[in-house]
């Protein structure tokens, strides 16, 4: 490929590492789409995700001024203190609490394919989120909050932030803290226990048979209040012990699983709602130990292998995360680490899941907020890899550069990472398997974060957006979407994309470019695929016939676009789909020839450095036209004419054509009568053309042949999709042969 010999691709590293400070700096809830076409590729980027976001926190740890948060595995007196507080407190939200600098992130894996046999995939990660924090807080901690502090009417609020120092409030019954209760009765019953056990009650004087009984009444009376006052603390603690055993018995998990198994509940909506709820109660429960903590908690939910499932299972999953992880307040960065072209052959067969208006691509696009693409190995390392193959080293790079301090994913301040049964009990197994990706070349040329400049970084990213927001400074806002979700994509791609480049010490360019190119990349995917594409094509073309010389770097790509746009409207009806997704054909070319004349150096430069363009619209580009390729190199065996050559041959031209082919002279005679030139040839329809002309079979195969090449049965339709193309609005009305 042309471009890796202007510079090698960064190593996977460098991605991982320019993500997780993207991640770092975004507001949850977000949803990350990872695409790789190697699932090694996307495991060994995450490992990296979780190492740099745990060194994140805890540099931010050291170098902040605010209290020191607690530990993360608690201490006696922290377990009662969480205790105490679940029991006979409430947080409050303030200021403070809710901007705190200090962060923890739990990672949690779910491998969709170990959950392909259920019904409800999405149920799964739910149960999966359950487990995790379970794992991570403790079964008690959880139990505790879902019966002493949760409340679903009041959790459902928005959270109410007040102006007062205090992080906590008692709980309070009649204006008494609720704890003052529990002691004032807890005292109470100790002052008629212990008379009662040292003295008992007041002997009772024998009486026969007869005799009246109220000499007994007054013993009665008080053993009755006695039982009543110590008889409803116990049975109120005698249910507060039952509630809680339960739940550390048949939790969540349980329930859920029970819900799946009743095929009446799932065809339902109530399944969902008890998932919905449980999930708010777990994004509650997070909030409460952040207050306790003394830090934000993120939950990085990181979803594999869904591109191995069936087409409804997988819309069912992109389902539950566009609605069960999306509330404003939710504290979920979901990461979709897929290979994007299965994963939308996938949804565009899943039938009646999707609307029939929207592609797999729209309906991705309404879920990810943060498109990156790991761009393919370059030659130098598929080399590597192929070599580390071929010697049987380990399938992951050992050696991660962390900022400060030597690797090490089990520092006690690191975060808590939560993996999928499978990966727990194959951990071992994965250790002998033969390796697929690694790279020595990668050890020898890690980086080193901390002489990264971070507010020069800043800096940097904040003009960027200068650019787009500031009419003086630029036009750029007018091209961007009004859609908010694609502003979303526009702010974390600019930042992603400029951390990369500094990363690799990169001499940045203007950041008015780097803005202007992530936004045509977002606006634009087909047609900026279509154009490197061609420009990969074109290098390789070179290099075949055997010119070694430079592409020329100034050519403009809108040069490049314009010169191959006739063959992207040939080949428009294979690609429809892509083109959907494009703005305004008018605003590109305003955009590339008139604002933002990007260059093919330009295009190759910053190609190593975009994240957010999917290649699986450029592969399937690639695939199109090297399928087309393949029908020029038949019409070059039969000497047969291009499409670009007969499109612009004037009627003389088709006669000389016919002369040189020994034509009879009444069909130059037609021809001219008819006034049929290339564009009539190319865009009529075959039948129509060869009444006109009257020629015999052999005479028509031999035009056919000459003219329009080996044609498929279906260049019909793809004429049509290339005069609409030209002639938009124009409509052409096809002559009926039985009138």
Known sequence: MAIEKVMDIPSDNVYAYALSKTLTKVSSPVTVGL???????????????????????????TNTKEPKPRSITPSVSDLLSLILRLLFYRPVWTEQNQNMKNIR???????????????????????????????????????????????????????????????????????????????MGFIGSLLILVPLIIYGFPDLKDYNEGEEVESTSGSG?????????????????????FLLLK?????????????????????????????????RLLCCFIYFMEVFERR????????????????????????AINILLSDEESPFISVLAVDPEVLVRQVEQAENCVDKRDSAYD???????????VPPLSDASKSSVFENIVRGQSEISEDIPLEGTAASTSSPLTSFSVEDEYRVKCSETEEQVTPLIANTLENSKTFAATELNLNEVDSLIESAFSYIFSRQKSKLQSYISGNTMSMRRVINSIQVTILIMETQ?????????????????????????????????????????????AADKTKTIWDVFNYNSLELCIIGNEVENFLERDGDPELFEVFLRKDFEFTVGELEMFQLYTVNLNYSIKNELARVRGSRRLKIAGRNAFQSLSSQTVVNMKTDDICQELSKLSLPE??????????????????????????????????????????????????????????????????????????
């Open 35 to 61: 695409y790789s076409e190697c699932h090694n590729r996307i495991n060994m980027v995450l490992k990296n995700i979780e190492v740099h976001m745990d060194q994140e926190a805890k540099r931010r740890e």
């Open 105 to 183: 992130y739990l990672f949690v894996r779910f491998s969709a394919w170990h959950f392909a046999g259920s019904d409800l995939l999405w149920a799964g990660l739910v149960m999966q989120l359950c487990k995790a924090l379970q794992n991570s807080f403790g079964k008690l901690q959880l139990g505790l909050f879902r019966i002493a502090q949760h409340d679903p009417e009041e959790d459902a609020r928005k959270k109410k932030i007040e102006d007062i120092s205090k992080n906590w409030r008692s709980k309070k019954l009649a204006c008494i803290p609720f704890w003052v209760l529990i002691l």
């Open 221 to 241: 009376v008080l053993e009755g209040f006695a039982i009543a006052v110590l008889g409803v603390p116990a049975v109120g603690a005698l249910r507060f012990i």
């Open 247 to 279: 739940n550390l018995i048949f939790n969540q998990d349980l329930k859920i699983r029970q819900g799946l198994d009743n095929k009446k509940v799932s065809q339902q909506l109530g399944l969902m709602h008890e998932v919905r709820k449980e999930m």
């Open 296 to 319: 934000r908690i993120r939950v990085v939910l990181e979803i594999t292998n869904l591109d191995r499932c069936t087409p409804k299972k997988i819309v069912g999953v992109l389902d």
């Open 363 to 373: 309906f991705l696009d309404r879920i990810i907020t943060l498109p990156f693409t």
């Open 505 to 549: 010490k990169l001499e940045p360019p203007p950041p008015e470019k780097i803005a202007a190119w992530v936004v045509l990349v977002d606006r634009w995917p087909c047609r900026l695929s279509w154009i490197i594409q061609c420009v990969e094509d074109d290098q390789q073309s070179k290099e075949i016939n055997g010119s070694f010389c």
């Open 666 to 739: 009444k069909y130059l005679e037609t021809v001219r009568k008819n006034f049929i030139d290339g564009r009539t040839i190319l865009f009529s329809d075959t039948k129509d053309l060869r009444q006109v002309l009257q020629m015999t079979l052999g005479e028509w195969t031999t035009f056919k042949i000459h003219f329009l090449g080996v044609m498929p049965p279906s260049r019909p339709a793809q004429a049509k999709s290339l005069r609409d193309a030209i002639y938009p609005g124009v409509v052409i009305c096809s002559s009926d042969h039985n009138s």
